[in-house]
């Protein structure tokens, strides 16, 4: 089992680059496989969308809670760490221009030597997906054929470069550079809690972070995922499961249950404080209950 720890953004820290920094180096010497970090590009006040992982209706964050831009905040933390994965949980995808965004994302790899790993959304606050420049109804089908750009500028080394005309995005030609780390792709999961969200990851994604959902729902979702795979003509064992948890109730009899759901990794979410004694304090005790590193 791999242990990602998400970054407490909600105590409004995670901005402030030594609280920040000094909090990732301590979930590096823990032994935790990765460091995730959330986006909103913008939080519109009094938003009438429906958050779908609360029964309010209304996500756990403050309208005015302090989000940097996930992929900026992990080029910061990268040079702050060397071995410590560098995650999204979840990058909200109709914010990014998807040949932006593979330049952005293999820049950030390279540097780090492969340490990124990005979960990928299509939002669910419709205002900002449309501050942003995109139609939300039509944000699905974008989301595929953002996926297909970014991983064909990564895959391509030709000297024509890549042409891609689609419904959303065109160009003639395109190059790329640098490449990902591994020379390939960064992996990219898929986050949500829908079937076509199983559906992506089957068949474009390199695994599924299902959200809020547990149960039936959740082995319906994988199965899903696996159906979509094989059809697309890909080999399901390959793509990874990301359940979440809390650090501070998570446990090795835990951990083996989710497993037994197919789980290879935790996403854990820690308490939600500015005290950085205490939110190290709380990584530690964690650590040792899973004989971590």
Do not use: E, K
């Given at each position: 089992m791999k242990y990602s720890v998400i970054a407490p953004v909600s105590a409004s820290v995670t901005a402030d680059p030594e609280w920040i920094a000094e909090y990732a180096e301590h979930v590096e010497a823990c032994g935790f496989e990765s460091l995730s970090v959330v986006e909103h590009a913008l939080v519109v006040s009094r938003y009438s969308s429906v958050y779908p992982y609360a029964s309010s209706g209304r996500m756990e964050l403050?309208?005015?809670?302090?989000?940097?831009?996930?992929?900026?905040?992990?080029?910061?933390?990268?040079?702050?760490?060397?071995?410590?994965?560098?995650?999204?949980?979840?990058?909200?995808?109709?914010n990014h221009h998807p040949v932006v965004l593979a330049k952005r994302l293999a820049t950030i790899d390279a540097l780090s030597r492969g340490r990124l790993?990005?979960?990928?959304?299509?939002?669910?606050?419709k205002e900002e997906v449309e501050a942003c420049g995109a139609e939300f109804a039509s944000r699905g089908r974008r989301a595929d054929e953002q996926l297909d750009v970014v991983r064909a500028l990564?895959?391509?080394?030709s000297p024509e470069g890549v042409d891609h005309h689609g419904e959303f995005f065109s160009f003639e030609g395109g190059m790329s550079y640098p490449k990902p780390a591994n020379g390939r792709s960064v992996p990219l999961h898929i986050g949500g809690h829908s079937l076509a969200?199983?559906?992506r990851a089957g068949r474009r994604g390199d695994g599924l972070q299902p959200l809020g959902v547990a149960g039936d729902r959740l082995e319906r979702l994988v199965s899903?995922?696996?159906e979509e795979a094989e059809g697309a003509g890909r080999d399901p064992s390959t793509l990874e499961l990301t359940l979440g948890h809390q650090v501070s109730r998570i446990t090795l009899g835990k951990a083996a249950s989710l497993a037994a759901r197919g789980a290879s990794r935790l996403t854990l979410q820690p308490e939600p404080t500015g005290n950085l004694s205490r939110a190290k304090d709380e990584l530690?005790?964690?650590?040792?209950?899973?004989g971590l590193a």
């Open positions: 403050a309208d005015d809670c302090v989000i940097p831009d996930p992929l900026d905040l992990l080029s910061f933390l990268a040079a702050r760490t060397t071995r410590l994965g560098l995650a999204t949980g979840v990058l909200v995808l109709p790993r990005i979960c990928v959304g299509v939002g669910w606050m990564w895959a391509d080394r969200a199983a559906r899903v995922m696996h530690s005790a964690c650590a040792d209950r899973l």
